[in-house]
């Protein structure tokens, strides 16, 4: 599923990474450990965390997510949203509880398989 559908459906506020959202979606992880993103999620996942720091992007860039999705109407920090611009990183923002936004997305990609 492209993640700018995803966006459209969960009425996401879309902060970088614009031009990446015709990207693959093929699954998600839900975390806020750094070192449990890097060990467990995998490429093309849409990552869910509440973290809003630079190194999320480097995480995302790393394991080459398809975005970062902050929940409950969290903001990017400014150096996060900079980094996020130089590595076109789509970073999204949702008004829904974590617990939420991982079930309407997961729903999302089972209906298409």
């Keep these: 599923m492209e993640l700018g559908s995803i966006v459209k459906s969960l009425n996401l506020t879309v902060r970088s990474g614009s031009q990446n959202l015709a990207v693959e979606v093929t ?5 806020d450990l750094l070192s449990d993103v890097i060990a467990n999620s995998k490429r093309g996942d849409i990552w869910i965390t509440r973290q809003v720091h ?14 970062i999705i902050l929940v409950g109407n969290n903001e990017p920090a400014r150096e996060t949203l900079e980094k996020a611009v130089q590595e076109a990183v789509p970073i999204l923002v949702s008004k829904l509880p974590g617990f939420e936004t991982a079930g309407r997305i997961y729903q999302l990609i089972a209906a298409r398989e």
């Excluded at 699954?27 to 975390?31: E, H, L, N, P, S």
């Excluded at 630079?54 to 975005?67: P, R, S, W, Y």
């Design 27 to 31: 699954g998600g992880y839900v975390g």
């Design 54 to 67: 630079q190194n999320i992007v480097a995480v995302a860039t790393l394991k080459e997510l398809a975005g």
